[in-house]
């Protein structure tokens, strides 16, 4: 009896002088790595994202009333943030990357800058806005792909008769993280136009080159130089894997946006793709570290996420966290885009995936 008393009175007796070390070694910025060790190296991914969505029926009017409110010049950048429930107030809608809604009203102007995140926009809703991108305008469609990587300048328009909202995703909270942003302001708020529209996938991603174009820089390139993959060229192609019997169990018939020189991703630190779920499809489960944002473009369908069901029609923005297990199942035919930060996982040989 004596005995055990003695014990636990030594193990609290040990328990203070630890404690008491650890204050004294903390007024000198330090501290003990045991005991931080088991957050720091878990067994597995431990997310700290849920799994959400936005359907667009719910936020389309939300995003419609920031028109009456503040113009896209005011603003510079008319966007409602997509925060991650589990992350609010960060601007992220996974831990590396940022997501948003951008709404453009005809007759607006944003205005030209750039900087160190990249950006993609997946078109939504409209027809006919533009987007000019290191001096080529492109006049965008739903369901086109557009990049706007690191450091190009960047200023959008719309001439068109009806708004247009797109999604919006950048590395924002990979560039800060790694605390290397800069930016600029162009004096102009619309840049030059050199190129006609389209010049960049045809010159760089039809087969041809421009004799005389620089091989060398495209082939080592990080970057694509393709503008803007529309929705119209890479549509079909989904349908020829379908019918080509190249539907993945997982994910459908799917095919990466890349640089067509070297076929590897059209940015080093976000990657995305387009993929067919076949009528009736039922996908089995998948789970990779990348947390991925998904964006419905045609039909309509579920994912399931852990153990939660998110029912997605065209519009929706739905977001799994990395390592867990999701599943598709479609009704009609339908189209789901989907962009991740696995890029930049596997440039850093961190990337993993499991059945
Ligand atoms: C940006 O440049 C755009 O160019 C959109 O449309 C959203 C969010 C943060 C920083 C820059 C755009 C942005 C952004």
Not at 67 to 77: G, N, P, T, Y
Not at 208 to 227: C, I, N, W
Not at 259 to 274: D, R, S, V, Y
Not at 324 to 331: E, L, N, V
Request: aromatic fraction near 10%.
């Amino acid at each position: 009896m004596a005995l055990v008393e003695d014990t636990a009175d030594r193990k609290h007796n040990l328990l203070a002088a630890r404690q008491a070390y650890y204050d004294r070694i903390s007024k000198h910025d330090m501290a003990p790595l045991w005991e931080r060790l088991r957050d720091l190296v878990a067994n597995e991914p431990k997310t700290q994202c849920a799994p959400a969505i936005w359907r667009f029926r719910d936020v389309k009017a939300m995003v419609m009333e920031s028109a009456e409110l503040i113009s896209a010049r005011e603003a510079e950048r008319r966007v409602l943030v997509l925060e991650n429930p589990a992350l609010r107030g960060q601007s992220r809608i996974t831990q590396t990357l940022y997501a948003g809604l951008q709404l453009i009203m005809p007759g607006e102007i944003a205005p030209a800058h750039r900087h160190t995140a990249s950006a993609i926009r997946f078109i939504l809703d409209g027809n006919g806005a533009y987007t000019s991108v290191e001096g080529e305008r492109t006049y965008m469609s739903p369901g086109d792909f557009v990049l706007t990587a690191n450091w190009m300048t960047h200023d959008h328009g719309n001439t068109s008769n009806q708004p247009m909202i797109w999604l919006d995703v950048l590395d924002l909270p990979t560039v800060n993280f790694f605390e290397s942003m800069f930016a600029e302001h162009l004096d102009e708020h619309r840049q030059t136009v050199r190129r006609q529209d389209g010049d960049s996938a045809a010159f760089f991603a039809s087969g041809v080159l421009p004799d005389g174009a620089e091989v060398g820089a495209l082939l080592s390139g990080k970057l694509s130089p393709v503008v803007n993959y529309t929705y119209a060229r890479t549509r079909p192609i989904l349908e020829r894997l379908c019918k080509a019997g190249e539907v993945d169990r997982r994910h459908g018939a799917r095919v990466r946006y890349v640089n067509p020189a070297n076929g590897g991703w059209a940015m080093p630190t976000m990657g995305a793709q387009l993929a067919l779920l076949p009528a009736g499809f039922a996908g089995e489960r998948y789970r990779a570290t990348d947390g991925t944002i998904f964006v419905c473009v045609e039909g309509e369908g579920a994912t399931r996420i852990g153990d939660k069901e998110f029912a997605w029609a065209p519009g929706d923005v739905f977001v799994a966290p990395s390592w867990q297990y999701y599943s598709h199942t479609a009704g009609p035919d339908s189209v789901l885009f989907s962009i991740s930060d696995r890029p930049a996982q596997e440039a850093l040989g961190i990337w993993q995936e499991s059945e």
